[in-house]
């Protein structure tokens, strides 16, 4: 099975400041897809972004942007210009775009939000 | 109102019960899961679901069962609960007709805090 792996349990950022969360994986398929959940106090998990592998261009939604390095399997997530409401729990996760429908997640990275 | 619901949003029981924690959505998604998050594991998945006729064993099934009552419904049972299946639940739902880009995603309910004592 795919590992996915978060290495930083918590992260703080200063508000308005640029903050990078880590994640590995290990596959030895081609095709896939990764993603960043984000989970507020809520407990609701909120899609944050996505990223087709078969893609070189770095997944970019607004203040969040994605470093893709498929060679040495890295998927970090960037937020920029934070702000209180990104404080949440982010988990990391991959999909195989062949060999069934099953995700499998990181961990999770709790990032605390400083204003 | 939300696409994808869950029910109850809490539950406390005890060892030994029968319980099921139900999942609706109005998606329109064929397919359905159910993780546990536990502390420190991420989630896990459970059962999932491709149509109301094809059901398959997640990760750590082991304790559970499943019903799909209907395309827009997934339940899942504890037929006799212990406490190491306290967890939080999540019902999620996902759409392989879903344009390329956008069919891989899972949309996840509100989830389900669950206790056993």
């Known amino acids: 099975a795919q590992t996915v792996t978060q290495s930083q349990p918590e992260m703080s950022v200063q508000e308005a400041e640029t903050v990078t969360l880590s994640c590995t994986y290990d596959t030895s398929e081609s095709d896939y897809y990764l993603f960043w959940y984000k989970q507020p106090p809520s407990r609701q998990m909120i899609l944050v972004i996505r990223q087709e592998a078969y893609k070189q261009q770095n997944a970019t939604e607004n203040r969040f942007s994605v470093n893709f390095q498929k060679a040495a399997k890295s998927f970090s997530l960037k937020i920029s210009d934070s702000q209180l409401g990104d404080a949440a729990m982010y988990f990391c996760a991959y999909r195989s775009a062949s060999t069934g429908n099953q995700f499998y997640f990181g961990t999770g990275t709790s990032l605390t939000v400083i204003p | 109102d939300a696409d994808v619901t869950q029910t109850p949003r809490n539950r406390i029981t005890k060892t030994g019960k029968r319980i099921m924690l139900e999942c609706s959505q109005t998606?329109?998604?064929?397919?359905m899961y159910w993780y546990r998050q536990d502390p420190g594991l991420g989630l896990r998945l459970i059962y999932y679901s491709f149509d109301v006729k094809d059901i398959n064993k997640g990760e750590i099934s082991d304790g559970y069962s499943v019903s799909r009552q209907a395309q827009a419904k997934f339940s899942l049972s504890l037929e006799s609960a212990i406490p190491n299946q306290t967890a939080l639940y999540f019902c999620?739902?996902?759409?392989?007709?879903?344009?390329?880009?956008?069919?891989?995603?899972?949309?996840f309910g509100p989830g389900t805090r669950l206790l056993v004592l």
């Open positions: 998606k329109g998604h064929d397919r």
């Open positions: 999620a739902t996902s759409d392989p007709r879903l344009r390329a880009g956008r069919q891989e995603t899972q949309y």
